[in-house]
């Protein structure tokens, strides 16, 4: 399965969800390759500390889509809207496309244009396309975490999912010292979060 998490607009944070995405994928016994195709490299980045500090099991993270699929490998690709080309190309390899959306209206205005690019690379044959909130408010009530989900409702071609990773220092720390939340915090609400999102993707 190839899925490409992004989005038209910058800060949805799905760098830091694709890096713990593929933790979780591998814990559950998965061969996962990471396409960093970001320019910021942040994934790649935050391998490279796993790497040097040796902490086990290592990321495999590319900087471009490969050539040829491993059969029954997981591929997970980054990439910025700062680089058109390489985000069109990922929209037209990608089985799925996976978008994190922060609860704003900015956001989803950049989720619209975005499903307007994949159109236009993809025709008809659009892949399946799922949202969810990231970043979401943690009060349970929250009226901007409601109205961007029910903003996410109303757009055609998307799936919504109803797990959301709230903004939590979990998932900053996880960056910072290379590991993921469920490694970091294995009994956190982040984990818990994860774990979550993480078998909506897979089911």
């Known amino acids: 399965m190839r ?5 038209f607009k910058g800060g949805t944070g799905k760098s830091t969800i694709v890096f713990n995405l593929a933790l979780w994928q591998q814990a559950q016994g ?3 390759q990471v396409c960093d195709l970001d320019p910021q490299r942040t994934v790649s980045d935050v391998a490279r500390i796993r790497s040097e500090d040796g902490i086990e099991p290592a990321l495999d993270v590319v900087n471009d889509l490969p050539a040829r699929r491993r059969k029954g490998t997981q591929y997970l ?3 910025g809207a700062s680089d058109m080309e390489a985000m069109r190309k990922a929209i037209r390899w990608a089985d799925r496309v996976v978008i994190p959306v922060t609860p704003s209206q900015a956001d989803i205005w950049a989720t619209q244009r975005f499903l307007g690019i994949m159109r236009e690379e993809r025709g008809r044959k659009m892949p399946d396309v799922f949202a969810f909130l990231n970043r979401a408010d943690p009060h349970p009530r929250s009226r901007e975490n409601a109205e961007a989900m029910e903003a996410l409702e109303m757009l055609p071609g998307i799936t919504p999912l109803e797990p959301k990773l709230v903004q939590r ?3 900053r720390r996880s960056f910072s010292e290379g590991l993921s939340v469920s490694e970091l915090e294995p009994r956190s609400k982040a984990a818990e979060e994860l774990e979550a999102l993480a078998r909506a993707l897979d089911s």
């Open 30 to 32: 998965q061969a996962v």
């Open 169 to 171: 220092l979990a998932f």
């Open 77 to 79: 690709i980054d990439v």
């Open 3 to 7: 899925t490409l998490y992004a989005n």
